[in-house]
């Protein structure tokens, strides 16, 4: 089973910014899909920001320009750098990866407030 292990999350004012990660317990050349999804009190799961083992990235249209997706090999972790957050950023960040040999994982999730 792959494990997911986030880290990053927590409170800041609007326009500030972090870095969430996700550590994972294999090699991140052995995933098909890797990225963040996000879910607001009484919203559907949203994708933010993910990537393929192609290196193909997408994001959601609401963090273009504010947010990139990245990842290093040699530590098995990927990260979303979040700038310029919105009080609208606020949910809990939910790491997702995709094996298709193996199937999906999710992480725990981290909370992600904006707030003045």
């Known amino acids: 089973q792959v494990q997911l292990v986030e880290s990053g999350g927590g409170v800041v004012q609007p326009g500030g910014s972090l870095r969430l990660s996700c550590a994972t317990s294999?090699?991140?050349?052995?995933?098909?899909?890797m990225g963040w999804y996000r879910q607001a009190p009484g919203n559907q799961r949203e994708l933010v920001a993910i990537f393929t083992s192609g290196g193909i990235t997408n994001y959601a249209d609401s963090v273009k320009g504010r947010f990139t997706i990245s990842r290093d090999d040699a530590k098995n972790t990927a990260y979303l750098q979040m700038n310029s957050l919105e009080p609208e950023d606020t949910a809990v960040y939910y790491c997702?990866?995709?094996?298709?040999?193996?199937?999906?994982?999710w992480g725990q999730g981290t909370q992600v407030t904006v707030s003045s």
């Open positions: 997702y990866a995709l094996s298709l040999r193996t199937g999906g994982y």
């Open positions: 294999t090699s991140i050349f052995s995933l098909n899909r």
